[in-house]
């Protein structure tokens, strides 16, 4: 319309400053609005999230009083070196190794398999489908509880149909507590398992299967050699996932073995756990720091796995 | 049978009438059986499975409803000849459980809504908005998802002490009140949407407000509702903080309750039982009711672990 009225039109750089300056004016207009809407999130990631996590790394310089109210004495690296370097930090992590080690391919191997049975056209499938993914609907502190029933020593089934009447729970025997963990953990875990496993196998084209049975595959070799290939992103998603959350373990051990049997260097006693005592029970801030320091430092290279493999599926899906 | 094993079965039945040579006739009955051998052994299988998979929640129903002289009777009751229904009654008041059940459905409907709101307002301004800075705030949103909850709790726990938060709604909920993977997974979402919907409701004089609330959120359904699944399944089981920051009966979560109940002496454990189904039975009934926005919850959050 404004071309109409004007004798010549204008030239090019006339028109990408005038739309430079429309841009900037938009920015400067939507700011406003975006910080309003980006606001709540900062405010709680700003005091909830980075205030603690970097706060952490303060407090690692400095020795906790014997007494509180007494001031903070400076320590520099040393509290931060004879953390790491004591028996009980190296037995925490040495736990949650094996912790991770029991849990996470056991349970991503029940889940598959219980997919895999799960994933054929039977009447009334639907109704083992939605038993196998039940457990979804426990947390922790009902698995552990739940659990009680064949672990408790005086009422638990265990201890009775193993002949052990009497004696302590397994959950109290430095041998069996940690493998007793991993059950729980293991059930509670499945039904999502079983969820993630079961929606990539829906995921897998039938063609697939079918042309590899067309080319004289037998069952198990299409397992193996079709099925197993086009769910291993699944399963190392599932893996990476399983073992951050094995690092981040802390309900099932609270209730049931207290991060015992053996007090500090305990048996169950996994890093998580280990933040939580030296904090709120033995109230040493400046060791705690460090710990968290060092579980941030573990999980942080899980994530960062986890991430490169993400970033890959989603170029491959584009 | 299902559609594709009767199929099978009739498909072969029919084969068999029509075909008069015993030899055949005979392989084709042969391979009927085996077909019919191997659906039994499958359902053998999936049920003996499934058996193993429920016995604990069998045991715990079973437990909960002994007399209490019975629970430590040995050899092990495993059928209730008598049931003691009162001892979710009980469970209920004197076990507190009514009033565990009201603090967390409160504290996880509140972070559930805090969650999903504060995200779609976030996602929104990654998505249709332009300021400066905007890929630098993104990163930092980003960032959050590196900080596990474990590594923050020593100063969280002082801070909520120094609000005077410590046995309130408030030192319960706040401190998750934003979500960096939620804000991610709904760009995500609002990023699929066509770019002209924007131009069409600015050319219908729809604000920003507007144009979130008619257009982008409808259409983000889906999306909106995995992260709500999600965040209520991460609200509802919460244990570490709660466990932390509520002592106080009035505001402990039912999570946390389940502790004090596994700690009663055993006459009582039928009641500890009882109370635990009664803890589980709000995720069950949504499991059943929500399947399929739980499965796509699952899927999309497993992605933050």
């Known amino acids: ?318 | 049978m299902s559609a594709d094993t009767s199929a099978l079965d009739s498909a072969v039945s029919d084969v068999a009438t029509q075909v008069s040579d015993p030899v055949q006739e005979r392989r084709i009955r042969a391979t009927r059986r085996r077909h019919r051998i191997g659906v039994v052994l499958r359902y053998t299988l999936l049920t003996v499975l499934a058996g193993i998979v429920l016995f604990p929640v069998y045991m715990t129903v079973v437990n909960s409803l002994l007399p209490a002289d019975v629970i430590v009777a040995r050899p092990p009751t495993l059928w209730p000849e008598v049931r003691e229904w009162n001892h979710y009654a009980t469970a209920w008041t004197d076990g507190h459980l009514g009033l565990y059940l009201r603090t967390s459905i409160i504290v996880t409907a509140i972070i559930t809504v805090g969650q999903v709101a504060t995200s779609i307002l976030a996602a929104y301004a990654f998505t249709f908005l332009d300021f400066p800075f905007r890929r630098t705030i993104f990163v930092v949103f980003l960032a959050t998802l590196m900080v596990p909850f474990e590594v923050t709790i020593i100063t969280n726990f002082q801070t909520i002490s120094d609000l005077n938060w410590l046995n309130s709604y408030q030192g319960l909920a706040v401190p998750f009140l934003a979500t960096g993977f939620g804000a991610f997974l709904l760009r995500q979402s609002f990023l699929t949407l066509p770019r002209s919907l924007e131009e069409a409701a600015r050319l219908d004089g729809y604000g920003h407000w507007r144009f979130l609330a008619r257009v982008v959120v409808p259409l983000s359904r889906p999306a909106i509702g995995a992260l709500a699944v999600f965040s209520f399944l991460l609200a509802w089981n919460q244990y570490l903080w709660p466990l932390l920051i509520a002592d106080d009966e009035q505001y402990r979560t039912v999570q946390v309750g389940l502790k004090q109940l596994s700690q009663s002496n055993l006459a009582e454990f039928p009641i500890t039982f009882a109370g635990t189904i009664l803890a589980a039975l709000p995720l069950l009934i949504l499991l059943l009711v929500f399947s399929k926005q739980l499965v796509r919850g699952l899927t999309a959050g497993a992605v933050k672990g």
């Open chain 1, 1 to 318: 319309m404004t071309a109409l009225a004007e004798p010549t039109s204008p030239s090019r750089e006339e028109i990408r400053a005038w739309m430079e300056r429309a841009r900037r004016r938009r920015r400067m207009r939507q700011s406003g609005l975006a910080l309003l809407m980006l606001s709540p999130s900062l405010v709680i990631f700003a005091v909830f999230v980075f205030y603690p996590f970097f706060r952490n790394f303060q407090l690692a310089f400095y020795r906790t009083p014997p007494f509180p109210g007494l001031p903070k004495q400076w320590a520099g690296v040393d509290q931060i070196t004879d953390v790491l370097g004591s028996a009980a930090f190296r037995n925490s992590v040495w736990v949650t190794v094996k912790f991770a080690v029991l849990t996470v391919p056991v349970g991503i191997a029940l889940g598959l398999v219980l997919a895999v049975l799960a994933h054929q056209r039977l009447r009334g499938i639907t109704v083992y489908r939605t038993i196998f993914s039940s457990t979804v609907a426990t947390s922790v502190a009902v698995a552990s509880v739940v659990f009680l029933t064949l672990l408790n020593p005086q009422i638990g089934l265990v201890n009775y149909y193993l002949g052990r009447e009497g004696a302590q729970s397994l959950l109290q025997d430095p041998t069996w507590a940690l493998p007793m963990v991993a059950l729980v953990t293991i059930w509670q875990n499945l039904g999502f398992t079983f969820i993630l496993m079961s929606a990539a196998l829906q995921a897998i084209p039938d063609e697939m299967l079918e042309a590899a049975e067309v080319d004289g595959a037998g069952p198990t070799r299409r397992f193996l050699r079709v099925t197993i290939p086009l769910l291993s992103p699944t399963i190392f998603f599932a893996f990476v996932v399983g073992t951050i959350s094995a690092w981040q373990a802390f309900g099932q051990i609270d209730l049931l073995t207290q991060g015992g049997p053996g007090g500090s260097h305990g048996a169950t006693n996994t890093l998580t756990y280990f933040v939580f005592t030296d904090f709120f029970e033995r109230q040493n801030e400046g060791t705690a720091a460090v710990l968290s320091i060092a579980l941030f430092f573990i999980v942080l290279g899980l994530t960062l796995l986890q991430l490169r493999y993400f970033e890959r599926r989603v170029h491959y899906e584009r």
